[in-house]
């Protein structure tokens, strides 16, 4: 059972070290790129939620996981991690530093939509940022032990350091 953990532990660490890297990555380059209304909002709340422990938001991620019936899944640990504050502020101060609107401005002259213009001139430049989130992300996932405690109940789906506990 042992490597089992181990595996559910590395599994859920990779995915939501993946999907909040690159969420992080997306909204990073949106606030710092980009004009919209409430930009501004937006990046506090972000912020706020930057100062928010993660243990107080269990109890609210337990009912909502409830209600749609995804307690004791894998996507019980794996949906809440996606979400990544902390690698969405790191992102938005990179992005302002590694890519100059003049690039941008390039690839939209030369006809490249916006999506072409992140996929192919931004995300190159920001590999080393979104390394860096991934990693964050990554062990943070990998050390979670309160949420797959409360969320999960069957120990073929437990991380390691829920399993070794029990």
Known sequence: IFSQWLWNTFYYALVSGLGSAVFATLAGYAFAKYDFIGKNFLF??????????????????????????????PWAV?????????????????????????????????????????????????MPGFTTVFILAFVASWNNYFLPLVVLNSSEHFPVTVGLAQ
């Open 44 to 73: 506090a709340l972000v912020l706020g939620a930057v100062m928010i422990p993660q243990t107080a938001l269990v109890i609210p991620l337990f009912l909502l996981l409830s209600k749609f019936g995804l307690l004791n899944t």
């Open 78 to 126: 794996i949906l809440p991690s996606l979400v990544f504050p902390p690698g969405v502020f790191l992102m938005r101060a990179y992005v302002d530093e590694a890519i100059s609107n003049e690039i941008i401005d390039a690839g939209r002259v030369d006809g490249a939509g916006e999506l072409h213009i992140f996929a192919s001139l931004a995300f190159r430049l920001l």
